[in-house]
């Protein structure tokens, strides 16, 4: 049977990895994307720059109070509005240990941690098979480059061709969000640039960029996009199956004979294609989850915009909010109508497993009906040599006394030199005698033995001595009763 859509490496290498947990890199190395605002003369100014980092370049980065520098060289015609500082990096994995490698020394990314105020849960719930949505409050922070109030924490999808882990810490007074974002990468295949969706999101919608609660909903979106190729590949494989068992009313199909089809082949790709279903079921249950944590969020996370004095401002943190709102609808909703078809496709699955476990059966039937009449046609053959092999024991049998005789008497029967003497000596007649009559009894015997139904006679015989001592036990116990 052929397999549909063989290429796709995230459907032959769907297992997740058992992590067993975490360390830090020997050196930094990450990269980073700021996207700035500002309120300038003639309407908002956006700013945006990203580079690499390391151990030193990460200091400076964190070090630089972006709420203070203005877009032009006039001071005064700038105003900073908000901001993302997101810093991107993809970790490793020590297939020796099961370790996945953050990539960051434990000093610098202590050092980051701090500055974030990322919670010390962030690292532990990367490692887990789950997806997660939680929050912590931030306590005061003496900088007066960064003071976040609230920090998000968001795994979109439990796993899956890669996993995106992000920490979002976001200071309401400042409107800024430092955020930082891993990427583990699943396969060898890795991908050459995993943030390159994220980027070109926050770049195309900059007045959504700066809400610390967009980037969860694109990699909320990059999760959702990712179930319909495998959905898609899934019900590309049960279509070919149905195809190769026959299983279809299709005219312009060839119709398959099931019995032909190679079983353990089709149940391995069955039961592989029902767990990828329940596994795409579950991942947009979670997405789902994070989703309403997300769409609870944006109505708390500015709470006095409804009285804020600037109606400017406070149209277009509305406006920010039904914008958002209407992209976690139209998630939900996908994800709502992704898993009723999964589950659709779970159940086919269900019942083609059922019918090739029925053609299974009936193929052992007919195996076992062609063994029989095979076995039948041996017996048949078995019982001609034995037929032969009696025959050739009679003929034994009528031999064994005569030869028996002859060598026990070493008789000269037959004298060719005498002359005029007769050929045939006058002893031979007592050869005769006793042969014939001796083979004779030899065959009786052998007949009685095979003929006769000793076993049926001796039971009877058993059975009528044992009757007799029942009565004669019954008689005597009568008589001592009398």
Known sequence: MKRANSNRGDLEYGLPSFECGSKFSLETSCSYFDIMQYAGSNGPVVQTSSGKLDETSLEQWLSTDVANIRAGSDSSSEKFTGGLRLLLGSCGFDPENGHRIIPFTEEKYNTTANHFQIPPQFIPSMITTL??????????????????????????????????HISLSYSPEQNLTYALLLFKSRYKSAVDDPYFSIIQNLTYNPALAINPLFIPIILADLSVSSSFPRIHAADERLNELERSAGQHEWTDLIQGDPLNLDFTEATKQLNFTSRWLTMEIWRRKTNLLVLENIRSEIDLLLPGCEGSEDKVLHIKMKEERRMLKEMIAYHTNTCDNLILRAEFEHKRCQTQIAVVYQFMAQKDSKVNLQLAATTTTIAKESKKDSSA??????????????????????????????????????????????????????????????????????????????????????????????
Do not use: H
């Open 389 to 482: 092999m009696k025959a050739i024991a009679v003929l034994t049998m009528c031999f064994l006394p005569g030869t028996f005789l002859a060598a026990l008497f070493a008789m000269p029967l037959f004298d060719w030199n005498g002359g005029d003497v007769p050929v045939i000596k006058s002893g031979f007649k007592f050869y005769w005698a006793i042969a014939i009559p001796l083979t004779l009894l030899v065959l009786l015997v052998w007949a009685a033995g095979i003929l006769v139904p000793w076993r049926m006679l001796v039971g009877r015989s058993n059975c009528s001595k044992g009757r007799k001592s029942d009565v004669e036990a019954n008689a005597g116990e009568s008589k001592k009763e009398a």
């Open 131 to 164: 997806s997660r949505s939680f929050k912590f409050s931030c306590s005061p922070s003496p900088s007066s480059v960064f003071k976040p109030t609230t920090c998000f924490v968001y795994k979109v999808t439990p796993f899956g061709t890669g996993q995106y």
